[in-house]
């Protein structure tokens, strides 16, 4: 049969047309599929072959003292990762890096040879590492930039801030407290790889809202931390402790401006350190108070009346037997008045006056005072120390406690217990948070003074500061803490420790103690410093003491509070500084310290007692004769008149104006020049 050539073309046309149709409508029709119908699922199986998910540490808040100075705050650091796929020779690629990087070669191969195509190499390089990895020009082996945490003081106020982890998680102290502040609101980047396996961060890969962790004002003074912490420190390695304590309070706040630990430790190395070390001891360890206990006892039979400070207590010449155990005091002692019980820091008479109280009161008032439970301070892993019911009470018990044993309390316990007495009887919640900030300015927290409660009345708590205040006077255990131009009233405390292994107190361990506050007439600062196991010295008034006074001295001023009963340097500093042009404060610190390196000279050049009598008085109002003498001297002599006094050089006078004998007037300038 003969085909119509027309026909055979026109069907062949039509064939090869309906293949086309058909092979164009299953691609259209496929590609609606994969664009359509299946788009989201295949989209995120792209976005998985090419992009992954990890954990970048969070823009952690910073924390600052009161004044706004910065003591822990987050840096940017490199991190080095690879790609184990992308990595061409893993061997040789190990080596290197682990040179340059100071890993194990063999643990570095492992990760370059894992089933992954992300894996950290090292987390939070320094910049010189990170430039080395650079230089390598490794394929496969990235950098990623982080951050982490940098406390710039090093060991300042260590173990109150504590430390965080490699994920900027907080771990210890105010860090772990105040995590879910400070770490911020997300720790996720998006990694996105390209076609050659390349590693690079998306373009939305930006931080969300929310990322930067809120910061934190403390009521800390950096300035206050530091003399806490190096008088702190002096006087442990004086005295050969085996650590020490010291709390600086606000006394009618709580605001916590000092809280040291010695030994302390570095948060920016605390992988290095125990756990012993680093923990805040402040709050975590406890202690048997001594003789400082003494003071909660006797106002507690004051506030009950039954006791006046000046009622006679029998002391049984310095020793008594209770349960077939004999108590001593240091010195013995007859008939002592109340207040020359604390005075002295007589064992027996405080058990005495334990006695009339009776078990009962005497562990009311001390749960009243805060012993036995936690302050409520805004920090973790406080110890509430250790009150045991009185009704488990032995008379020994009941004596031993009288004067310190048998109970233990923390550093800050007893420095809040003290608080109260120096605050007309009122106990305050010690804080050291004042307010949390969030990156917006917005103020998510703010902590205030609280008034826990009275504990006992004004007129109580007036008549225990007189006789706190006998104790530095002289005669008293605590003279060593009385501080020049501030009077201070405190008590001593030299506690015997428990010996772990014969289950007694030991006559050879100590924790020695000054517990007090200043200045006397109106308390501003309360301050305990404790020595734990001094040598061959044990007495709190000598070990102590002298740390209390190093840091009243010096924190009074920072606070901008002026001396009670000024000396001629603090007169000459005060009236130097409301002159206002002529001297600045750091000219007048100058003044204060040379004063001080001068005293043996001033004294070796003083005049004799003769020549001093044969020199005439100068009649008031009279510019006196001051070329000669010393510079001490001079500033004795015109420490009496209201003018404002500039000198220079030192040594001995060798000129002043106005001459000697002409009249001078409040607020006038008088001049001194000294020389060798």
């Keep these: 049969m003969k085909v119509d050539p027309a026909k055979w073309t026109r069907f062949r046309i039509l064939l090869v047309l309906g293949f086309f149709v058909l092979i164009w409508g299953g691609i259209i029709w496929r590609a609606f599929q994969l664009q359509v119908v299946e788009r989201e699922h295949l989209a995120g199986l792209a976005k998985k072959e090419c992009q992954r998910v990890i954990n970048i540490n969070p823009v952690r808040g910073d924390i600052y003292d009161r004044r706004g100075e910065k003591l822990a705050v987050s840096v940017e650091a490199d991190s080095i990762f690879a790609d184990p796929a992308s990595v061409e020779d893993p061997e040789t690629t190990a080596a290197r890096l682990s040179s340059v990087l100071n890993l194990n070669s063999r643990d570095v191969l492992k990760k370059l040879k894992a089933q992954s195509t992300f894996v950290w190499l090292k987390r939070q390089v320094g910049p010189e590492e990170s430039k080395k990895v650079a230089e390598l020009n490794l394929k496969g082996v990235y950098s990623l930039q982080e951050t982490k945490r940098f406390y710039p003081n090093k060991e300042l106020a260590a173990n109150l801030l504590g430390f965080v982890g490699i994920d900027s998680q907080g771990l210890e102290g105010l860090e772990i407290a105040y995590d879910e502040y400070l770490r911020g609101g997300c720790s996720s980047w998006r990694v996105t790889q390209d076609a050659l396996g390349r590693t690079f961060l998306g373009l939305d890969s930006?931080?969300?809202?929310?990322?930067?962790?809120?910061?934190?004002?403390?009521?800390?003074?950096?300035?206050?931390?530091?003399?806490?912490?190096?008088?702190?420190?002096?006087?442990?390695?004086?005295?050969?402790?085996?650590?020490?304590?010291?709390?600086?309070?606000?006394?009618?706040?709580?605001?916590?401006?000092?809280?040291a630990v010695e030994p302390s430790f570095n948060p920016n190395a605390f992988a290095s350190y125990s756990a012993s070390q680093r923990r805040n001891r402040v709050l975590t360890d406890t202690f048997d108070p001594g003789s400082t206990f003494k003071v909660f006892i006797v106002a507690a039979a004051l506030e009950e009346g039954l006791v006046k400070p000046?009622?006679?207590?029998?002391?049984?010449?310095?020793?008594?037997?209770?349960?077939?155990?004999t108590i001593h005091d240091t010195k013995p002692h007859g008939w002592l008045t109340v207040n020359k019980v604390v005075k002295y820091s007589s064992n027996i008479g405080a058990l005495k006056i334990g006695e009339m109280l009776g078990?009962?009161?005497?562990?009311?008032?001390?749960?009243?005072?805060?012993?036995?439970?936690?302050?409520?301070?805004?920090?973790?892993?406080?110890?509430?120390?250790?009150?045991?019911?009185?009704?488990?009470?032995?008379?020994?018990?009941?004596?031993?406690?009288?004067?310190?044993?048998?109970?233990?309390?923390?550093?800050?316990?007893?420095?809040?217990?003290?608080?109260?007495?120096?605050?007309?009887?009122?106990?305050?919640?010690?804080?050291?948070?004042?307010?949390?900030v969030d990156s917006d300015g917005r103020v998510l927290k703010r902590n205030k003074p609280e008034a826990v409660r009275q504990v006992v009345s004004p007129q109580t708590a007036r008549e225990v500061r007189e006789m706190l205040r006998m104790v530095v006077e002289e005669g008293g255990t605590g003279t060593r803490a009385e501080t020049d131009g501030y009077p201070v009233a405190g008590k001593t405390g030299t506690a015997q420790k428990l010996d772990p292994e014969t289950k007694r107190y030991s006559d050879?361990?100590?924790?020695?103690?000054?517990?007090?506050?200043?200045?006397?007439?109106?308390?501003?600062?309360?301050?305990?410093?404790?020595?734990?196991?001094?040598?061959?010295?044990?007495?709190?008034?000598?070990?102590?003491?002298?740390?209390?006074?190093?840091?009243?001295?010096?924190?009074?001023?920072i606070m901008d509070i002026a001396p009670v009963n000024p000396t001629p340097e603090q007169l000459l500093m005060a009236r130097a500084e409301e002159s206002g042009s002529t001297v600045n404060r750091q000219t007048i610190q100058k003044i204060k310290d040379l004063a001080e390196a001068l005293k043996e000279e001033a004294m070796a050049a003083a005049p004799s007692p003769a020549e001093a009598e044969a020199r005439p008085e100068p009649e008031a109002g009279a510019m006196p004769d001051l070329v000669g003498l010393s510079m001490r001297r001079v500033m004795e002599m015109m420490a009496g008149y209201n003018v404002d006094l500039n000198f220079t050089g030192s040594g001995l006078a060798v000129w002043q104006t106005p001459p000697p004998g002409q009249t001078i007037k409040a607020g006038q300038v008088c001049s001194v020049r000294f020389e060798q």
């Design 206 to 259: 930006d931080a969300p809202p929310g990322f930067q962790g809120a910061r934190i004002n403390l009521t800390i003074d950096r300035r206050i931390q530091y003399t806490t912490e190096k008088a702190l420190a002096k006087v442990v390695e004086d005295f050969n402790a085996k650590g020490g304590l010291a709390v600086v309070l606000r006394t009618k706040t709580g605001e916590v401006l000092a809280s």
């Design 359 to 436: 078990p009962p009161t005497v562990h009311r008032y001390l749960e009243r005072f805060g012993f036995g439970q936690r302050t409520g301070v805004d920090l973790p892993g406080e110890s509430a120390g250790l009150l045991r019911p009185y009704k488990a009470w032995r008379k020994l018990d009941a004596a031993n406690v009288a004067f310190g044993q048998g109970v233990s309390t923390t550093a800050l316990q007893m420095t809040s217990a003290m608080s109260a007495i120096a605050n007309d009887g009122v106990l305050m919640r010690p804080y050291i948070v004042s307010e949390i």
């Design 310 to 325: 000046t009622d006679l207590v029998f002391c049984e010449n310095g020793e008594v037997v209770i349960d077939r155990h």
């Design 508 to 557: 050879k361990k100590y924790f020695s103690s000054f517990l007090g506050f200043v200045p006397y007439e109106d308390p501003q600062l309360t301050i305990f410093v404790a020595l734990d196991e001094p040598s061959p010295q044990a007495y709190g008034g000598v070990v102590a003491a002298p740390a209390f006074r190093e840091i009243a001295e010096k924190v009074l001023p």
